[in-house]
């Protein structure tokens, strides 16, 4: 770090702003970066998420090729951790996912991913009757997923490591922001208030975290049921997906209906441990928001409104955030870089 190093302000520490804080480390030299936030790890929205690597096919960013780069980015950013010696400590895990349908074709193919991943096939007539349900359509896919409870905290020493500051306290305004050269907006669902967004609406999540290692396989079958494996073979069943819900309780018919949809599907799931129930809002936005803002004179580069989907296009939003961020320095005359 150095004096003439630019003072860059990152709002959140959910998977957004840590990695945009990430790829600002290593597309900068010198870097002089504070994140703030007001919550961290399990208090996150990310932590709640199961973390697969399968976009819902309403995912949007600003146009359908951004909307691809964003998700090609984002694969190729989280093969190359799940190829290193890092893959465990960052929690990255792959496996492979089977999708199935008893009322429409159509929610078992997948234009976003289908030419991306290594594997995208529809099912042979038997692996129909690979769990229960008198399933019509299905799909196969190679997928992965990331674990927010370790690849949060993962990020976090990296940021540190390299010269980063972390601050635990809520921004209120940007005028307390006003003497960065730049500010990265990754503040999830706190955009809400924080930029008085009325694009950006919850779309509330409830799930079962249960102890399942044997669990080889993610199902998604109707209504938003789906059977996640995951780090330390505790696997999240879910779902619910209520619009403009702000519910941050659990809640008991939520727990009672999605454990009797995946119970029906895999009965093996009833002698799961079950070890946690979490909810959160999903920050959705159409679409959502990267691009840079200039308020009352300070330089601001948004990144939030990831919805359903944020752990895994966290990447390559983040990677377009940064190229947005790094442009607006250029015309800084404190920046050298
Ligand atoms: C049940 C459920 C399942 C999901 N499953 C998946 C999935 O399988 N795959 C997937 O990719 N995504 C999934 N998601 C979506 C994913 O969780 C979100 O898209 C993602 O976590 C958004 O990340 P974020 O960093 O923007 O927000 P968050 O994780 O919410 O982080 C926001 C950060 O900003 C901070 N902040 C906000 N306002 C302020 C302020 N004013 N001052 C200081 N700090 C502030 C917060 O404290 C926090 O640190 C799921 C979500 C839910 C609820
Ligand atoms: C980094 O920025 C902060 C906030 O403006 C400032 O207080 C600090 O002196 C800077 N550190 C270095 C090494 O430039
Ligand atoms: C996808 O991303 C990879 C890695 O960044 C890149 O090499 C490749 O050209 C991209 N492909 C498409 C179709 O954009
Ligand atoms: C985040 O974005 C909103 C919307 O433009 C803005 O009003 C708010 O001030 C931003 N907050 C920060 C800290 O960047």
Redesign the pocket.
């Known amino acids: 770090m150095n004096k003439d190093s630019p003072k860059i302000a990152v709002?959140?520490?959910?998977?957004?702003?840590l990695t945009v804080a990430k790829i600002l480390q290593e597309k900068l030299d010198k870097t002089n970066i504070t994140l703030?936030?007001?919550?961290?790890h399990h208090d996150?929205?990310?932590c709640?998420?199961?973390?697969?690597f399968?976009p819902g096919t309403s995912f949007k960013g600003p146009t359908p090729e951004i909307t691809k780069k964003w998700i090609n980015e984002s694969w190729y950013y989280w093969q190359d951790i799940l190829k290193s010696f890092e893959s465990v400590d960052a929690g990255i895990m792959a496996f492979d996912s089977y999708i199935f349908s008893k009322e429409n074709y159509h929610v078992t193919r997948n234009h976003l991913i289908e030419d991306l991943l290594p594997i995208y096939r529809p099912v042979q007539e038997d692996e129909l009757k690979l769990v229960n349900g008198d399933w019509k359509y299905g799909s196969y896919f190679s997928t992965l997923k990331v674990g927010c409870e370790k690849h949060l905290p993962w990020l976090e020493q990296i940021f540190k490591r390299k010269g980063g500051v972390i601050v635990n306290?809520?921004?209120?305004s940007f005028t307390s922001l006003a003497k960065y050269d730049l500010v990265l907006n990754?503040?999830?669902?706190?955009?809400k208030?924080?930029c008085n967004d009325h694009d950006l609406v919850p779309i509330r999540?409830?799930?079962v975290k249960a102890h399942a290692p044997w669990l080889k396989f993610a199902f998604y079958g109707d209504y938003d049921t789906y059977i996640?494996p995951g780090l330390d073979g505790v696997a999240t069943l879910?779902?619910v997906r209520q619009y403009d819900s702000y519910n941050m309780e659990v809640n008991k018919h939520d727990t009672a209906a999605i454990l009797e949809r995946v119970y029906e599907m895999l009965p093996a799931l009833k002698k799961a441990k079950i070890v946690d129930h979490?909810v959160?809002?999903?920050?959705h936005r159409v679409p959502v928001r990267v691009e840079p803002e200039m308020v009352g004179g300070l330089k601001v580069v948004h990144c939030?409104g990831?919805?359903?989907?944020?752990?895994?296009?966290?990447p390559g939003t983040a990677i377009h955030a940064v190229e947005i961020a790094i442009n607006l320095l250029k015309g800084n005359s404190r920046a050298h870089y």
Request: aromatic fraction near 12%; proline fraction near 2%.
């Open positions: 709002v959140g520490a959910g998977i957004v702003g703030f936030a007001e919550k961290f996150t929205t990310s709640v998420a199961a973390g697969i399968r306290g809520k921004v209120d990754c503040s999830g669902f706190g955009a208030y924080l999540g409830q799930v996640i879910g779902g979490k959160g809002l999903r920050p939030y990831h919805g359903g989907y944020g752990v895994m296009c966290a």
